[in-house]
């Protein structure tokens, strides 16, 4: 398979929080991850930066997974001992109290994908039936589309769009969502932080994962266009095709 990272800062915020990276292990599986912070001062871009190394970490110390159950039973582990020791962090560090992080993250075998997500960073699927979103948002605005009592149109400009239900770190103990699906040639998977998400719709991402050929040209492409459409967030993308060539290119 092939895989790429990429983030940018985009044009208001004056540092980037987002982190993330693809990463392989000894048995050829991926691992991508895109983790978007929050918090005072610099906390954000700590807490991302923990989740990211510390679940690299893991990863290069397993072995290839056989079943699906596998893959989501490494995640649950390792998702619950990165948030605990993000949590202790904020806790010992008054700079960095109240600090958390989204997390989405797929690992990606010849076969199966198994994608984790905590808050509103998102993964989408390319494959034969079309495009699709695979992940669901914790946050406010979702609740209130699910129950009816805004449109999704209307949640697209709410003055609370980016309050979360659920973040990494934020508490001793986290929810995750996990799924897993079918992964063949020549599927694609696109994870991304709300810094696209908000700003590209999903039509546009499409267009562009599927007809243009090169990864990063598809990466530097989504980002050029969000931060033409204002870049007020970071941005952060990592595109992962199931291909009979294994190939791990990260870019920040």
């Keep these: 398979m092939k895989a790429i990272f990429k ?3 985009g044009k208001i915020r004056p540092h980037n929080e987002d982190n993330g990276g693809v990463f392989f292990n000894h048995s050829g599986n991926c691992l991508a991850i895109v983790a978007d912070g929050m918090g005072g001062h610099n906390a954000g871009e ?3 930066g923990m989740a990211v190394e510390m ?4 990863w290069e110390n397993t072995t290839e997974f056989q079943t699906p159950e596998q893959a989501e039973e490494w995640f ?3 998702v619950a001992i990165v948030n605990k020791k993000i949590f202790e962090h904020s806790q010992d560090h008054q700079e960095c109290e109240g600090m958390g992080t989204t997390l989405v993250a797929a690992i990606c075998t010849s076969i199966f994908a198994t994608i984790v997500n905590i808050g509103d960073s998102r993964c989408y699927l390319l494959n034969d039936t079309g495009f699709k979103q695979l992940t669901e948002d914790h946050s406010l605005v979702n609740e209130l589309v699910k129950a009816g009592q805004i449109s999704p149109e ?3 400009f709410h003055p609370r769009k980016n309050m979360l239900l659920k973040a990494m770190g934020t508490e001793p103990e986290t929810d995750l969502d996990i799924i897993t699906i079918t992964f063949e040639i020549p599927d694609k998977l696109l994870l991304c932080s709300d810094g696209l998400s908000n700003k590209v719709s999903a039509k546009e991402m499409e267009e562009i994962v599927k007809n243009h050929t090169d990864s990063l040209d598809k990466v530097d492409m989504l980002i050029k266009l969000a931060n033409d459409y204002g870049g007020e967030d970071n941005i952060s993308i990592a595109i992962i095709e199931a291909h009979a060539e294994s190939r791990c290119n990260k870019q920040c």
């Design 7 to 9: 983030t940018d800062q």
């Design 55 to 58: 679940l690299k970490e893991l």
């Design 76 to 78: 649950r582990n390792s």
């Design 154 to 156: 209307d949640a697209e």
């Design 46 to 48: 700590v807490a991302s």
